[in-house]
């Protein structure tokens, strides 16, 4: 079995977000690839979660985080 280079969550973390947000958005992320590719009947060869990971780490999609104020 061959492993690929995977991100690591920390690797994907900036300090701001939490994991559970970057989870979150992720995840958020690849349904609408997934709906997308579904809309225009695209065949797509990679995975969305994949699709959604580039798009985080590349920079064309951010986390955004709620301001906590006490």
Do not use: C, Q, W
Request: aromatic content about 4%; overall charge negative; proline content about 4%.
């Amino acid at each position: 079995m061959i492993k690929k280079n995977r991100p690591s969550i920390k690797d994907t973390l900036n300090g701001r977000e939490t994991r559970y947000s970057v989870v979150v958005a992720v995840a958020k992320r690849a349904r609408e690839i997934a709906s997308e590719a579904e809309l225009n009947e695209e065949h797509l060869t990679r995975k969305p979660v994949s699709l959604s990971i580039e798009d985080f780490e590349s920079g064309r999609f951010v986390v955004l985080e709620p301001e906590v104020t006490d």
